[in-house]
């Protein structure tokens, strides 16, 4: 009842492997470090190795950093296929942006095809970040944060060892620790995904009316697959949604484990 494929479909996540072998669906929470160690990174010879924020904007292309000076940027939604780079007449398809005032902390990026970091952004790695994605202006990402395609990591978001399925969004005010986002996941602005108990022990999930010990310390929200939040909405730690459940606006979520299409208010 709590295994991955109840929650998720990630047949075709490019990162599967992490999440099918689970016997609970937030077991590749436990195996993120391990797995993303074990990932190819791109090679960013050119990004400041201080920590300071990019001077001027650049363009990653055909594995090799290119300056906007002289290039044509066509900004639009990149979730949608319409961030397009230009070389005099030449579309540089598949041409990521990563924009001046952003900071790349490390050198373990792994850089999908046609993703935007907006000025602002603050990337600790490791980090992967899956095509055609969104990091917006003042968005953190704080390490361990495996995104996937089409996805939105939004204004003053924070996310931290976590996990996005394709086409989930956190586009406003956002915390996420510990979590997994399912595919097409919308978090209303504010939502907070809390990870920390306030008392010692492991964070238990509760199912069926019995206590599951997930055997972390830190544990935020699982939310399936067409998942919503409304604005300012709170979950608890050690929270799993169901499919295509609904957490209202102000409302904040008992941890446990809340059925596929659950209002919850």
């Given at each position: ?49 201080n920590n300071e924020p990019l001077s001027k904007t ?191 606006p102000n409302t904040t979520a008992p941890s446990g ?9």
């Amino acid at each position: 009842m709590l295994t991955p494929e109840v929650f998720l479909d990630y047949s075709s996540f490019e990162h599967r492997e992490l999440l099918k072998n689970g016997k609970y669906v937030w077991d590749s929470l436990k195996n993120l470090q391990e797995y993303m160690a074990d990932q190819n990174y791109n090679n960013f010879t050119g990004l400041p190795d201080n920590n300071e924020p990019l001077s001027k904007t650049v363009v990653y292309y055909n594995d090799s950093l290119l300056p906007a000076d002289g290039l044509t940027i066509e900004f639009g939604d990149a979730t949608r296929g319409n961030l397009k780079i230009y070389r005099q007449n030449e579309l540089l398809e598949g041409a990521s942006v990563i924009s001046a005032g952003a900071v790349i902390q490390g050198n373990q990026l792994q850089l999908g095809r046609s993703v935007l970091i907006e000025p602002g952004a603050l990337i600790k790695t490791p980090a992967i970040i899956g095509d055609n994605t969104e990091i917006r202006q003042g968005a953190y990402l704080r390490g361990y944060c495996l995104v996937g395609k089409r996805c939105v990591v939004g204004h003053v978001t924070e996310v931290k060892h976590a996990i996005f399925l394709d086409d989930a969004k956190a586009g406003h005010f956002a915390y996420l620790g510990d979590s997994i986002l399912g595919n097409q996941v919308n978090l209303g602005a504010g939502t907070k995904l809390a990870n920390l108990r306030f008392t010692s022990g492991d964070v238990q999930v509760r199912c069926e009316g019995k206590s599951i010990s997930t055997g972390l310390r830190k544990l935020g929200a699982i939310l399936g697959d067409q998942v919503q939040t409304g604005c300012n909405s709170v979950t608890n730690p050690g929270t799993i949604m169901g499919r295509k459940a609904i957490l209202m606006p102000n409302t904040t979520a008992p941890s446990g484990l809340h059925k596929a299409s659950s209002l919850i208010r």
